[in-house]
């Protein structure tokens, strides 16, 4: 049974149970806000795209407007030939030569005969080194030609006073010394295993042996010993510092005569939404237009990622042999981003690298007492190495097993012959710089379907443009302790 009494002047019911009484909630004396929401609007956010990103490659890329679809790149001459590696495949008992790639030595060149370079290629064999070998050393008859296949080596010098100096860091795919090896000199510097290695090496004796039978192979190698080959054509001639009625030499810049064409590409999607719900829930924001806006989000995450990664025009796969750069040590120490911005040197405008790639230098960094400065742009943080900003991005992937990493430098611009990005000039139903979002009309269903199209690409100038380290070392940490 229930009955009420007044307790300090609040009406309280009561329950009597089984010959108990047992009190009740107290009466509300106001509305609740439980019920009052039911009258009431409520404050909303847009909808948040956690995949979003702030891009700034996009942001930071000059952007050509490209008429007709397609950007043609007029470069001179190229004076340097072949990429300076030799392609390794993998075999049944480890790596063997590309034949096609024997063509990267000078002295092969001009050979066409796909069998002998096999038979060439065939006549490496397989050395296993620890780290610490000498391989070559300076001053010492070259005792063949070596390719590494796996492995990193330092090839080191002499200084002026004897001092040691380090000329430079070897990788897979890379060789020497072609000139000491096929010439018969000695080697003009000394190579120490880094690591432990294999080589595929190309004795001497092997190398007569080959000659001896095939007269092809003979003449090719001949003329090289000759001096009847050299690395390039020479630079157009220019007279300077003379007096009087000198004769002066003639000259002329040719120009590539197979320029290189970038077409567009394009990252679409259609997107769809039922017109009940486009005619109906639309405030306060406006459906089309919220899922329009979070499609083109999802583009423009699609164009960075095309942008630094398309096997055809992505930034990671346009970097020219000679501009890669290989950590010395496995993670970006201050002496890496130094020698490649050697390579890059000038005006450069940026690295661009993953964010652990950012992080693993700032680790080296403090390891070594110089915190790098931090560069503000766009209102954000960067840190900065010599002036250059270090510009974060996710789109550089991160080998899940090894841990490495790649960092880029870049210079931007056409008018200083660097890295642009390509966008239309105009589109019909453009939605944005190289953006379009065309009604393709309602369905049986009442769904409308928009088709939402982004083209760009991206073109390197000149190769000394853009520079790359390559095997960055992002999951390095030191004790502390």
């Known amino acids: 049974m229930q009955s009420a009494r007044i307790q300090e002047g609040i009406i309280v019911s009561e329950w009597t149970v089984d010959g108990g009484t ?16 039911s009258i009431a609007t409520t404050t909303k956010t847009p909808a948040q795209l956690s995949l979003t990103t702030p891009r700034w490659l996009l942001r930071l890329l000059p952007w050509v407007e490209v008429e007709a679809g397609t950007y043609r790149v007029n470069r001179c001459v190229a004076y340097a030939v072949g990429d300076g590696r030799i392609t390794l495949l993998p075999g049944a008992d480890g790596s063997r030569i590309m034949a096609e790639d024997m063509r990267e030595l000078l002295a092969l060149r001009d050979v066409m005969d796909l069998r002998l370079l096999e038979e060439v290629a065939a006549a490496f064999r397989t050395k296993h080194v620890i780290a610490g070998t000498t391989l070559a050393e300076a001053g010492r008859p070259a005792d063949g030609l070596y390719v590494v296949a796996h492995g990193q080596l330092e090839r080191r010098g002499t200084g002026h006073y004897g001092e040691p100096t380090v000329l430079g860091i070897m990788g897979e795919e890379e060789f020497f010394d072609e000139e000491a090896s096929l010439r018969g000199g000695d080697w003009p510097y000394t190579v120490v295993a880094l690591t432990n290695s294999t080589l595929l090496v190309l004795d001497p004796d092997r190398l007569r042996q080959l000659e001896d039978e095939h007269p092809e192979l003979a003449r090719a190698f001949a003329e090289f010993r000759s001096g009847g080959q050299t690395g390039g054509a020479g630079i157009p001639a220019v007279a300077s510092g003379h007096h009087g009625e000198a004769e002066l030499p003639e000259t002329f810049v040719d120009y590539d005569p197979e320029p290189r064409e970038h077409e567009l590409a394009v990252a679409q999607t259609v997107l769809r939404m039922h017109s009940r719900v486009s005619d ?10 919220e899922q329009l806006r979070l499609t083109v989000e999802l583009i423009l995450e699609q164009q960075e990622r095309e942008l630094l990664n398309d096997p055809e025009f992505g930034l990671l796969n346009n970097v020219a042999p000679a501009f890669r750069v290989r950590s010395r040590t496995g993670p970006p120490t201050p002496d890496d981003l130094d020698e490649l911005l050697t390579v890059v040197w000038k005006q450069p405008a940026f690295f661009l690298a993953h964010p652990r790639a950012i992080g693993a230098f700032g680790r080296e960094c403090t390891r070594r007492g110089v915190p790098p400065v931090i560069f503000e742009m766009y209102g954000s943080p960067f840190l900065s190495w010599r002036g250059v900003p270090l510009v974060p991005t996710d789109k550089i992937p991160v080998d899940p ?6 960092i880029l430098l870049l210079r931007v611009g056409e008018e200083n012959r660097g890295v642009v990005g390509l966008r239309p000039d105009q589109l019909p139903h453009e939605h944005a710089p190289g953006i379009a979002v065309e009604p393709m009309g309602l369905d049986r269903r009442a769904v409308a379907s928009h088709l939402v199209s982004s083209y760009f690409s991206a073109a390197v100038l000149v190769d000394d443009a853009i520079g790359m380290l390559e095997q960055v070392q992002v999951a390095h940490y030191h004790p502390y302790a």
């Open 22 to 37: 047992q009190p009740t909630t107290p009466a509300a004396t106001s509305l609740g806000t439980r019920a009052a929401r």
């Open 280 to 289: 109906l829930y639309n405030v306060p924001l406006n459906q089309h237009e």
């Open 401 to 406: 097993v090894e841990s490495t990493s790649t």
